[in-house]
């Protein structure tokens, strides 16, 4: 199990740190990311490649989330931070246009792994998937969502905010979760403690 959490940065973007064992303990007094230090790792090594997005989203150990008032600010904002160094974007469901946005990212860069969060219908999983999407983001698990994804290459990442969540969302087959930023706070010690939640990098 792997898990990112989300560090606002400003009303456009928010951006969502990856988690092993190895960078819990290294991050985890860290202050939350601002644009400036963020920075794609240089790490290239994983013993966990479940899929080419998730061999990815664990180099670069960042998800930007983009949030938008139309489909031109998203795609304007979305080119920006791929030039910037982004390799994986997360487009939220409420932004304008975000099917066609996202199908019209993944073919200008199809290097790139795209997605799009807060999905909370199965129908809305197959679209964005049809669209050109490598992973989808729920605020909470969906079991239809998790089920829909289970033998494909799109990874699914369920919202957690106690154990209880995190745990049933590792027995239902979710790879990675996402973990609110006072969430991590709180539980910091369990995720280093726990060997079911993270894997030894």
């Known amino acids: 199990m792997v898990f990112t959490c ?3 940065c400003n009303p456009v ?8 064992r190895s960078r819990l303990q290294q991050h985890h007094s860290a202050p939350p990311l601002s644009p400036s230090n963020l920075k794609p790792s240089s ?3 994983s013993s966990h490649h479940y899929s080419h997005t998730f061999s990815l989203i664990q180099d670069s150990a960042v998800i930007a989330c983009l949030r938008a008032n139309s489909a031109e600010q998203a795609m304007e904002a979305a080119r920006a931070a791929v ?3 982004i390799a994986v974007l997360e487009i939220v469901r ?4 975000v099917f066609e946005v996202l199908q019209a990212l993944a073919n200008e860069y199809p290097t790139k792994a795209f997605g799009v969060g807060t999905v909370l219908t199965a129908e809305d999983a197959k679209t964005a998937i049809k669209a050109g999407a490598k992973f989808l983001m729920s605020p909470a698990t969906v079991n239809d969502i998790l089920d829909d994804v ?3 290459d799109v990874l699914y990442m369920p919202g957690v905010m106690t154990p209880t969540e995190i ?3 590792h027995n239902a087959g979710a790879k990675i979760v996402k973990v609110a930023y006072d969430t991590y706070q709180q539980l910091g010690s369990l995720f280093l403690t726990s060997p079911w939640l993270l894997p030894r990098a």
């Not at 973007?13 to 092993?20: D, E, I, K, M, V």
């Not at 409420?94 to 246009?97: E, F, K, V």
């Open 43 to 45: 790490s290239s090594s």
């Open 83 to 85: 030039n910037g160094g």
């Open 94 to 97: 409420s932004t304008p246009g």
């Open 6 to 8: 989300t560090f606002p």
């Open 13 to 20: 973007f928010q951006f969502q740190r990856l988690f092993t």
């Open 167 to 169: 745990y049933s969302a």
């Open 150 to 152: 289970r033998d494909t």
